[in-house]
């Protein structure tokens, strides 16, 4: 299998870098037999205006109780910014009404589209690289990775699901996959890396700052019931830190398998998730591999619960922009839109140091 | 064995009725879901949509009360009762809908959110509805001649035929949704799928409950059928759903991640949940009327050998 392949742009043009380039988050549209389309399209679409971005990477649970009318339809608003975009899928938008392949499909077509899925046998289906290229030299400044952190592994009590991991298999792509990008480029390309569902890294960093009582660089936690089903380890880290099951408000995958690690070592400067509706946290997490940010999106629309923000006062819906420098730094802007037109739009923005 | 060409017409065009209503029922399902898990309040924008389901279905069950009705009195008042209740709800419906086009609240004839004629497809079925509960009244009050008819006379007592009609009605509930699923699966299965075989016993579980149903419409309910022939329809009945179940936890036990990766859209209440109870519940919609079916065939078996001995 030729990783090139994963770099693919289907005949569209390469994404040229510029100082300050724009990649705006939105995750968990949600958009179901229920949407009122030309409401919530007009909603996405005042986000993307309020961001004004070069690049939209939507990660995962665009679509849950959908048909192929409603998936046509938010494809054509998302085409209607006219702006380059890719997807990652979410563990919802498998449970529709149409198939795997029509997703795809769907997904592929657009005009400004730049999702690539590759017919592999790596586990998952959005795995691909966008790089962003030097307009002179051509070569990849940052790299936009999109996994696909797949949806609930075989049932273990027979009961109830737990979410999934970005596989073993992935880890292993990935790897390749930036090592080539390393060759190709003469260096290591930082980049940025999009799934929905969040890593354990997620568990270890909220974990941290409650036992020490210390504020993320961005965001708040604000789920309000528990993952009832954590992993064992991740219930005695919690209780070895004073903390309780109850406290566990990160709904991760149900194992590690070192995304965090194989990323830190190949470049990535941040990871991105969705899934929780009503967390954006964020923050710098290190190990022995390195640091990196971690961090929910904010999620956006209307579609599917989510919280309100005494902190902030803001309902905690909108997109959050990721602003490029040349210098492999970047900052993190946590965009709250509310859905009444006339109310001010909110900007949360931090620095990300490594 | 002679066909009453009557009876089989009256029955294809019951089970067509069925299926189109199965494929509404699963998207209703679907809606209510996403409902539940909203903060959105879709009350009034879906109110239309979701009573539009709820007519098709009663809609399916007066259609089998006019087919099968137990003596001529009872299919008159079926006629008057239902045919005004429906006539009435049917109107109300096509109404909202007219209104909603109308202030804006869905966007135009064609909004398309649920299908892609959405919502002129279900506003021209409450019309059509409409038309035949007219029909049903005009019928009740003789103002049509009803003709000859075949009547089904319920021979058991009056609390067997309640609580017998309150599980048949949730029962049928049920069929309806796996006979939806079954066939949806038709349109949207992960073809090339490495599972297929897995996703082939699923879908071929799923056709059963609508199938049993077919079994006691066509077979079961047929008057001239002996005991011994209910038992050994029910027993082999029995022997197909139990050997298409174990098949499926074969599937389920082999490829233990089937279900996920082909047959999400098919469980999405499960999903959404995270929860595995719906091929628990496919495994025992299936096996269950024919298990009954058998026991109670063996009983009154049993019963008809103890009265003649005496």
């Known amino acids: 299998m030729a990783i090139a392949r994963y770099f693919e742009r289907n005949g569209k043009d390469e994404l040229v870098f510029h100082e300050g380039y724009k990649v705006l988050q939105l995750t968990d549209i949600h958009w179901s037999v229920n949407t009122d389309m030309v409401a919530q399209g007009a909603y996405l679409t005042r986000v993307v205006e309020a961001a004004d971005p070069d690049f939209i990477m939507i990660t995962g649970d665009s679509l849950l109780g959908a048909t192929t009318s409603t998936g046509t339809q938010l494809l054509n608003i998302i085409e209607s910014w006219k702006v380059p975009y890719a997807v990652t899928w979410g563990n919802h938008d498998r449970e529709g009404e149409y198939s795997p392949a029509w997703l795809t499909q769907l997904w592929s077509k657009g005009q400004y589209s730049y999702y690539n899925e590759v017919d592999d046998n790596v586990f998952g289906r959005s795995n691909y690289v966008v790089p962003l290229v030097d307009g002179t030299t051509r070569k990849a400044v940052w790299n936009l990775y999109s996994l696909d952190s797949n949806s609930y592994p075989a049932s273990d009590s027979g009961l109830y699901y737990d979410y999934d991991v970005i596989h073993d298999d992935q880890v292993a792509w990935f790897n390749q996959a930036a090592t080539a990008s390393a060759t190709a480029n003469g260096a290591v390309v930082p980049g940025l890396a999009f799934f929905h569902i969040p890593l354990f890294q997620w568990f270890y960093g909220y974990v941290d700052e409650q036992k020490n009582n210390t504020e993320p660089l961005i965001g708040e936690v604000l789920e309000t019931s528990y993952l009832s089903i954590a992993p064992e380890e991740i219930v005695d880290l919690y209780e070895s830190a004073g903390l309780t099951k109850e406290d566990i408000k990160v709904w991760a995958g149900y194992k590690d398998t070192g995304l965090f690690d194989a990323g830190v070592a190949n470049g990535v400067k941040g990871f991105f998730c969705g899934h929780d509706h009503s967390n954006d946290w964020g923050d710098v997490y290190t190990d022995p591999a390195g640091s990196a940010f971690i961090g929910y999106g904010v999620k956006t629309g209307t579609e599917l619960y989510y919280s309100y923000s005494d902190k902030r006062q803001v309902d905690m819906i909108g997109g959050s922009l990721l602003t490029l420098h040349s210098d492999e730094s970047y900052n993190i802007d946590h965009i709250f839109v509310p859905v009444d037109e006339t109310a001010p739009v909110v900007h949360d923005t931090e620095d990300v140091v490594l | ?310």
Request: one cysteine or more; glycine letters at 6%.
């Open chain 2, 1 to 310: 064995m002679k066909i009453d060409i009557k009876r089989l017409t009256f029955l294809i065009l019951e089970a067509l009725l069925f299926i189109a209503v199965s494929l509404l029922f699963v998207t209703f399902v679907s809606s209510l879901g996403n409902f539940i898990g909203s903060v959105t309040d879709v009350t009034v924008l879906m109110a239309p949509y979701w009573l539009s389901v709820v007519i098709a279905i009663y809609f399916l069950f007066v259609c089998h009360l006019v087919l099968f009705p137990e003596n001529e009195k009872k299919l008159l008042l079926t006629y008057k009762v239902n045919g005004i209740i429906l006539a009435a709800l049917s109107f109300l419906d096509a109404l909202l809908f007219v209104i909603w086009v109308a202030t804006g609240k869905y966007h135009g004839l064609v909004a398309g959110n649920v299908t892609a004629l959405f919502p002129l497809d279900l506003l021209l079925l409450m019309l059509a509805i409409l038309g035949f509960a007219v029909y049903f009244i005009l019928r009740g009050f003789r103002k049509i001649p009803l003709g000859a008819r075949r009547y089904y006379p319920y021979r058991y007592g009056l609390a067997r035929k309640i609580v017998g009609s309150f599980f048949r009605g949730f029962w049928t509930l049920i069929a309806l949704y796996f006979t939806g699923c079954f066939f949806l699966y038709i349109f949207i299965a992960n073809y090339g799928s490495p599972t297929w075989w897995c996703s082939l016993f699923l879908w071929l579980l799923l056709g059963v409950p609508g199938g049993l149903l077919a079994v006691r419409e066509f077979i079961f309910r047929d008057q001239e059928r002996t005991r011994e022939g209910n038992l050994r329809t029910s027993a082999i009945c029995l022997l197909v759903t139990s050997s298409l179940t174990l098949l499926f936890l074969i599937a389920l036990l082999v490829e233990r991640n089937f279900l996920v990766e082909d047959a999400t859209a098919l469980f999405i209440i499960d999903f959404m949940k995270s929860w595995n109870l719906a091929p628990y519940l496919l495994t025992l919609a299936a096996n269950l009327p024919p298990l009954v079916a058998l026991l109670s065939s063996l009983s009154k078996k049993k019963e008809t050998k103890t009265s003649e001995s005496h």
